[in-house]
């Protein structure tokens, strides 16, 4: 059965101390894994999409990263507006359905 | 450019009622889809659609009915709404192409007393 499990559950954070969110995965076949950034009494926003193993991206303070079982979500020198849920998402192949872990909550605080 | 519209953001609701809600997007997406979510259990599919006249059931269909007529609209309609139907909805969409990314209204907060 196709799973997401995100950790940790929530993350409190100084100003500039950076970190990780992992997000791992069982998928038969990867189609894409999605992170996404969701304030409160917001829809979820698109952040990124990988593709395959080794694969990274990067925007501002995010990088994630992607290997065959798990990516990570670093943060670098986060500052108090990157507090939010992180959510990780799978699609597998031959399906159009995504499949969500739980998310992260961050919160960074001055 | 006002992407995926959701109405209401609120409602409440006594138990047997029905209501629609109603999503809507402006960016010609052929793929439609309904979630709810739920603390501590993430975003759960409900019914999705590849294109107009084409819906399907996700993983928590029961009780929701969908219709897509034209490719902006996808209603999602509580027959008789009880109180586990209490949750947030959100629809999203996406275009056609596999492994592109879901694009999300800010949702619909539903209380069912």
């Known amino acids: 059965e196709d799973q997401v499990t995100q950790s940790p559950e929530a993350l409190r954070l100084q100003e500039g101390e950076s970190s990780s969110l992992n997000c791992s995965y069982t998928v038969s076949g990867l189609r894409g894994l999605f992170w996404y950034r969701q304030d409160p009494g917001k829809g979820p926003e698109f952040l990124f999409t990988l593709y395959s193993a080794g694969e990274e991206k990067e925007k501002e303070r995010l990088k994630a990263t992607l290997t065959k079982k798990e990516s990570f979500l670093h943060i670098t020198a986060p500052k108090p507006e990157d507090s939010a849920t992180y959510l990780c998402?799978?699609?597998?192949?031959?399906?159009?359905?995504?499949?969500f872990g739980t998310g992260t909550r961050l919160q960074v605080f001055p | 450019n006002a992407g995926v519209t959701q109405t209401p953001k609120f409602q409440v609701l006594k138990t047997g009622q029905s209501m629609t809600l109603q999503c809507a997007q402006d960016?010609?997406?052929?793929?439609m889809s309904w979630y709810r979510q739920d603390p501590g259990m993430g975003l759960r599919l409900i019914h999705y659609?590849?294109?107009?006249?084409?819906?399907d059931q996700g993983e928590v269909p029961n009780g929701y009915n969908v219709s897509r007529s034209t490719t902006e609209d996808f209603p999602l309609r509580l027959l008789s709404a009880a109180p586990s139907q209490t949750s947030v909805y959100f629809c999203?969409?996406?275009?056609?192409?596999?492994?592109?990314?879901?694009?999300f209204g800010n949702g619909t907060r539903l209380t069912v007393t």
């Open positions: 960016m010609n997406h052929e793929y």
């Open positions: 998402a799978v699609q597998a192949q031959g399906t159009d359905k995504l499949i």
């Open positions: 659609s590849v294109g107009a006249g084409i819906t």
């Open positions: 999203a969409s996406r275009s056609g192409t596999g492994g592109s990314p879901l694009h």
